[in-house]
């Protein structure tokens, strides 16, 4: 029997540039810089229906990204740094505020898809703005060493933040990601979590965010502690096709960013992108499919865009 996959396309919508040149493999859910992801959401939608045979299903094994894929997590680092500014008082002195130190979700958003890691964050900003008063000393950090620990004062603090805001259960995973975990699991498919994080911080989020019965399930779970070298660097993704025992490319991979997608795409994998809004406009035309999340994404329009990508292969 048939399998039905759905995809979604907003009414009225052109494609971005950097889709608009290219024949998509699908007709993909996307809305351009000046749309939200929740108008995305919440707009009619279009249905175009592929058909795909079962018995030609290719995907045997779906992994995740954890941070903008299964936790929507930008919002809350941001929030956690803000906090410390505040906790510590941080004045920089062409800060364009009177008050402590306040990233706006614009900045951050742009921040964080230039610079990873906190610590890399708060140096580079501290030296394009100057560096900061604060309750840690009585003056502005003049040596490297002083001002190393300030910066480490400062991402400690946040990381204990950060943790209190995901255990305080008003956290949620993003919309559709624990139906796709179960519908997989259901069907006999493998099922991964990769991610450059640290190992403390995916395991913080999964066991608060899915629960410790389906992350004791998973076939397979790395963190960025587990591999030498960073996304968008594939070895994270090479390793967890060994490790789950199946090809490369019979995986479909989840992410949210080009980072992401390019480690993803180097180690043979296809993937699909579930953007967030700081990542909606970036480039994602090597993606198989784009949406804006999973809640209208089932088990079986993955097998299809897997079946396809093979096919047209």
């Avoid at 364009?96 to 580079?124: A, C, H, V």
Wanted: one cysteine or more; glycine letters at 4%; proline letters at 5%.
């Amino acid at each position: 029997m048939a399998s039905s996959a759905v995809f979604l396309f907003p009414p009225n919508l052109s494609a971005p540039p950097s889709l608009s040149s290219r024949t998509p493999l699908f007709s993909l859910c996307r809305t351009n810089h000046t749309i939200s992801a929740a108008t995305a959401r919440s707009s009619s939608c279009r249905r175009l229906v592929v058909t795909a045979s079962a018995s030609s299903r290719a995907l045997e094994a779906l992994i995740f990204d954890c941070d903008g894929v299964i936790l929507e997590s930008e919002h809350l680092h941001r929030q956690a740094y803000n906090d410390a500014f505040a906790h510590f008082n941080v004045r920089c002195p062409s800060s364009p505020s009177s008050g402590p130190l306040d990233w706006t979700p614009e900045f951050y958003d742009e921040l964080q898809n230039q610079i990873g890691g906190g610590k890399p964050k708060m140096r580079w900003y501290f030296k394009e703005h100057g560096w900061p008063t604060s309750t840690v000393s009585d003056a502005a950090p003049e040596s490297d060493e002083d001002r190393a620990k300030l910066i480490d004062i400062l991402q400690d603090w946040k990381t204990e933040r950060y943790k209190e805001i995901i255990k305080s259960g008003t956290v949620e995973p993003r919309p559709g990601v624990l139906r796709l975990m179960d519908e997989a699991k259901a069907s006999g498919r493998k099922l991964a979590v990769c991610s450059a994080a640290t190992k403390s911080s995916v395991v913080l989020c999964l066991e608060n965010l899915i629960g410790l019965e389906r992350f004791q399930s998973l076939d397979c779970f790395l963190a960025g502690d587990d591999v030498k070298e960073k996304k968008p660097d594939p070895m994270i993704y090479v390793t967890a096709a060994k490790k789950l025992g199946v090809s490369e490319k019979n995986c479909l991979v989840v992410e949210d960013s080009v980072i992401g997608l390019q480690a993803a795409t180097g180690a043979g994998m296809s993937c699909v992108i579930s953007y967030t809004s700081s990542t909606a406009n970036q480039d994602f035309k090597a993606a198989a499919a784009i949406y804006p999340d999973l809640s209208n994404v089932r088990l079986a329009d993955l097998d299809a865009v897997l079946t396809d990508v093979v096919a047209a292969k």
